[in-house]
């Protein structure tokens, strides 16, 4: 089963209710932009002060305008006027906006901004029961000036996922070029070994994720201590286990990777019903 559907229900361009974009936008030229993947639950804005942050954080290190949050706020009481179901997605993306022909940003710049509205469904066995995952062939590149931040060029996370199309697989691991493990593509890693949480150090690439941040803010109140670190490959296998997270499926512990079966989901379990309470504690009400 899916657990999140394709289906756009509504999208603003610059404010205005459009499902396109100048073709010279250089968000899609060269992927030069940043984006957000918000959860929206009866007209609440889960974490909308950390993707807010991570956005901005992300504009500076590119050289991008950061926009008025009280813009985007506005914008996004438009989108989710058009919500039909009682959880949707909404994506946020910011991108350098018209720059015409040549790699060499326009200054100064009219940044653009796109707000879409997605239906969603999750579903809860998944969470109860853990996924499916798999390794991946495709590595992730090192970049310490793009490491963490969202930005819009995601070949490799495309690359990744198209080597799968099994439908009972739900995540697959992706190592960096010195054979690190990162992230999932769409997520960040956590594993429990040793009575520790451990998850993958992302200073030379991946992406800070949101639910990742959350936790190590919250360290202090987690069931185990939690160490940030490099993470060889065989560790996937000797770890009690393994558990996934993103500001969408909160956190998704693994029931199988590969060939190899974990017998436990405990710290997953109790970190999922923590994540979920503070998503509501630290949402936004639109």
């Known amino acids: 089963m899916n657990t999140l559907s394709s289906y756009m229900r509504y999208s603003l361009v610059n404010g205005q209710t459009l499902n396109q974009i100048a073709t010279t936008d250089r968000g899609l030229l060269y992927g030069d932009g940043l984006f957000e993947t918000l959860l929206l639950e009866r007209q609440q804005l889960y974490l909308w002060s950390y993707h807010y942050q991570r956005l901005c954080e992300g504009c500076l290190r590119l050289g991008i305008a950061v ?74 590149g090192r970049n310490v000036k793009l490491a963490g931040i969202k930005h819009l060029n995601r070949l490799e996370q495309v690359l990744a996922r198209s080597e799968w199309q099994h439908t009972d697989i739900h995540e697959g691991v992706m190592l960096d070029s ?26 030379e690439c991946g992406v800070h994720g949101i639910i990742r941040r959350l936790l190590i803010e919250q360290q202090a109140l987690l069931p185990l201590p939690m160490k940030i670190r490099h993470v060889h490959k065989q560790e996937l296998y000797e770890a009690n286990e393994i558990f996934f997270t993103n500001s969408l499926i909160g956190v998704w512990p693994v029931q199988q990777l590969e060939n190899h079966r974990y017998a436990k989901v405990e710290i997953a379990g109790e970190l999922s019903q923590k994540v979920q309470t503070w998503q509501h504690e630290f949402c936004m009400q639109l």
């Open 67 to 140: 926009p008025d949050e009280s813009l985007l706020l506005d914008e996004m009481k438009q989108v989710i006027s058009h919500a039909q179901t009682e959880r949707s997605i909404i994506k946020l993306l910011i991108t350098r906006g018209d720059g015409g022909r040549g790699y060499r940003a326009p200054t100064p710049h009219s940044a653009t901004r796109i707000i879409q509205l997605f239906d969603t469904i999750q579903s809860i066995e998944l969470v109860k029961q853990g996924i499916r995952a798999r390794i991946c062939n495709t590595t992730l």
């Open 178 to 203: 010195e054979g690190y493990v990162v992230e999932g593509t769409m997520s960040n890693l956590f594993l429990v070994i040793d009575d520790v949480i451990v998850t993958p150090k992302l200073n």
